[in-house]
């Protein structure tokens, strides 16, 4: 017995003799690498990771791990032997070709073709090809090609080269036929169906993907609804998900289900110093800040927007702190807000800033619109403010900001990672109401070359009008954070009823940024021909008004905006001022003048109501000189309904030639209508007020009169596209006027 125990601690001696003597360091000068043809030595190396150049022998698996992982290699051999470390590979061959078959489609083969991982040219790895058939099948499928079939053969023409074939059998492409909303979802499903960006197929839809199903787009749209119940009130909204039910060969309906909740407000909004480095002016003006969420329905924008405006001030302060806040509910309907001030003992400076994933967007573009540069203090605000800002350009589907500490030192990288979105619009749209139709199509690149320029072509083809306008827009102008954007333009209008053709070709540049916090200042010149053919039947004046006229004009607006979102809101207001001043060179010198402004005011989920207001006027500098007839001021058949455009106002003779000055006034809250949810329409009762008046010469009627109408519309998303009805009852008119009490649009962009 003793014997043995003797024999099995010399045995475990030399096996422990014998792993040490193995496990002993190995330079770099020692590695022996065989096999590599394309990649080189020092890659191999360089994918080892080593520390101080020198490999451990013990570590032989991790090696040969990081080295296959790298996909340049279809196998790998590691050994240790006479203190040297052996690595034999065998690479991948090179991709030479890639065919891919059964897309007829040149756009939906380029977007397969960009989103592949093998590339031509490249070294070809079996994994990557697997990583391929799944992207292309995400695509096909979010495009609404459900149920189609992808297969792959490999060829190996020669021993170092391969060929990729790709056969793709496309099914037929689905279309939404229907969104469903069902739950306790509290609010229309009308309302819902304008939040988020699917919708069902109609007549116009012919080249929009949002009537094509897909489960990103399905996830894009939880978020969105998430984010409108959170707004308002709902803190404990739950929309678990978004199913696409296939209903026929090409059609699928979708349907969310979501569980609201209650409706919560906040009973309290408190700080709380947990660090106590704040004093109590700072406390009180802290509180001044979270006063106005106090007795609020929750909304979780205004939270957001609060933090900010706190962490600006303490910013302000030279306070190196964090500020988050946390939420208690106290019972069913109501909230506690608290936000935590805590001192940050240790600060942090960022290092190096490192971006990936903008294979198209110059880097640049995306420096522009972070918070932070190299050197700065970090803080989370900065972090937070920046993804808003990065997904606020509309470039990124997804965005994430890390930081990297760095060992023994008070500094991080910042790694940014985004996923680059599709960037390039193309709608058109058909119009035909009642006044006549019109064909409109725009083409819009928000990311030009990848520097962040805007592009936009925009049509109009109608019955009296032919119209296009051209823009370009840089929203960061020479690193200065100023827009500039410049356009050119070209109308064409033929009055029929008054005997003249007018034609306007110009151009603009303008320049604007946010002068304050929510109020917004641009301004710019532009300078335009317009040419006026009246006919052999038209009047005296409007022959007198007969020629081409040169315009040079300066131009600014100021616009305050507290809405509480840019899209459909339903609180706040906007309010704003703009001049135009023909100058120097023109040939009828003027300055026009233009006051405006909105209301909302939610009242319930039913009745939004909303003031819109608008006053103008337009005089000549030099008293000789009359306003031309295409500068003169009109109403739209939008500002004053029930009564027909270019129809009321000053007259000379039986032409309305419109007036120097006018305003409008348009009162109106959305009704509940009785219709069943699912037609997805929506009701609005309305008063409109307005006047056109003032002339620069003498009018066989002034018509100075009050015009105002009461009214009824209805907007219908049918099956055959979006329909507009309107019923309008002048209320005050002229004896002169021309009423058209019904009107109707039928169109839409797709």
Known sequence: MKLLRIISTTLIFLILSFKISYAEPVKVSNLAIQGNKKITFDTIVDLLNLQNKMADSNNLNGYQKKIFQSNFFESVNISYKNKKIFITVVENPLVDYIFIEGVKSEKLLNDIKDILVSKENTLFSEISLNSDVERISNLITSLGYFKSNINYQVVKPKPDKVNIFFNITLNKKFTINK???????????????????????N???????????SSDRIDYDISLLKKYYLNRGYYNVQIP??????????????????NAGNKFSLKNARVDDVSNILSKKDILIIKNILDPLVNEVYNLEKLGSTLNKISRYIDGKNLNATIAYDIQQLDTKKLDVSFRVKEILKKIYIRNIIIKGNDLTEEKVIRNKINFAEGDLFSNLKISNSIDSLKSSGFFKDININKKEIEKSDNVDIVIKVTEAPTGEISAGIGVGSNGSNVSFNFKENNLLGQGLGFGLLGSFGTESISANFSVTNPDFANSGNLLKTGFYISKFENSTSGYENQIIGSSISTGYEWLEDVNLKYGISVDMDDLNADADASSLIKTRSGTYFTNKFFYSVLEDKRNRKFKPDEGYTVGFSQGIAHIGSDIPYLSNTFYGSFYNKFSESF??????NVNSINSFETSKDIKLSDRLFLSENQLRGFKYK?????VNKDFIGGNYSYSTSFSTTVPNGLPETWNSSSSFFLDVGNVWGSDFDVTSEGNKIRSSVGVGLSWNSPIGPIG????EPIQKSSFDEVENFTFKLGGVF
């Open 647 to 651: 129809s009321f106002g000053p007259m």
């Open 725 to 728: 009805l309107s019923y309008a």
């Open 203 to 213: 007549l116009f839809s012919f080249f929009s993907s949002s009537n094509s199903p």
């Open 608 to 613: 939004i109501g909303k003031i819109n207001y």
């Open 179 to 201: 969104i469903f909303f069902i739950g306790d979802k509290k609010i229309k499903s009308s309302k819902l169906l304008s939040i988020i960006s699917s919708s069902p197929k």
């Open 241 to 258: 998900n978004g199913s696409i039910e296939i209903i026929n060969d090409g059609r699928a309906n979708i349907v969310f289900t979501i």
